[in-house]
């Protein structure tokens, strides 16, 4: 069976500061690799997807993940955070023959202080 | 191009009861997934439709069922709720059930009391 796990349920970071949020996963086959965003009472959106090719992935709002396959890690990163980044994480996994089915981490809420 | 809509936005209801929620896909979307999300836990997958078929399934008890109409529109049912039910239930459209860009609504957000 797959999993997701968050290694940290909240992160505090200051206004321009760089942030990693971490995910580990595990799997005994092939998977894909996603982080979505949930800003507050909203549905969640895809920041990036790591389907195949280069492991270092680039998405949307300045967010990257790199896809670490001997350690089984999906990490996110950003250089520099703005307010508007504060939001909960998503770290997600899914097995290439479960089509739709994707398994959740439990979340990590980031935190921006000015 | 309007996205992902469920209807409705809030509900309460109360142990016992039965709750039909509401999700149309995003333009040219003809796969429906729908997610529980506790809350403070991320999304739990429930189970996906694809031509007006149950083609995958969470582990969720038969008191959650589904539909999908011929326009790609889903319904979710819980029968027989728990105070447990109590969730942001979010539905999720995508191109074909092998389509793994996941277009969420905003949820619905159900009490049960």
């Known amino acids: 069976a797959q999993s997701v796990t968050q290694l940290d349920s909240q992160v505090p970071v200051f206004e321009e500061a760089p942030v990693e949020l971490r995910c580990n996963y595990s799997s005994s086959v092939s998977v894909y690799l996603f982080w979505y965003v949930q800003y507050p009472n909203q549905g969640l959106q895809l920041l990036l997807k790591?389907?195949?090719?280069?492991?270092l992935v680039k998405g949307i709002n300045g967010f990257e993940a790199e896809f670490n396959k001997s350690q089984t890690s999906f990490h996110l990163r950003k250089p520099s955070v703005h307010i508007s980044d504060t939001a909960e994480y998503f770290c997600?996994?899914?097995?290439?023959?479960?089509?739709?089915?994707?398994?959740f981490g439990s979340g990590t809420r980031l935190s921006i202080r000015p | 191009d309007a996205g992902v809509t469920q209807s409705p936005t809030h509900l309460i209801k109360t142990r016992g009861q039965q709750v039909t929620l509401r999700c149309s896909p995003k333009?040219?979307?003809?796969?429906v997934s729908w997610y529980q999300q506790a809350l403070g836990q991320g999304p739990q997958f429930i189970f996906q439709?694809?031509?007006?078929?149950?083609?995958q399934r969470g582990n969720f008890p038969d008191r959650f069922s589904g539909h999908q109409f011929p326009n790609y529109s889903s319904e979710l049912n819980v029968n027989a709720l728990l105070l447990g039910d109590s969730a942001l239930y979010l539905c999720a459209s995508s191109i074909g059930t092998g389509g793994f860009t996941l277009h969420f609504g905003n949820g619905t957000r159900l009490t049960v009391t």
């Open positions: 790591y389907l195949s090719g280069s492991t």
């Open positions: 439709y694809y031509e007006e078929e149950e083609r």
């Open positions: 333009s040219g979307h003809d796969t």
């Open positions: 997600a996994v899914n097995q290439y023959s479960s089509a739709s089915k994707i398994i």
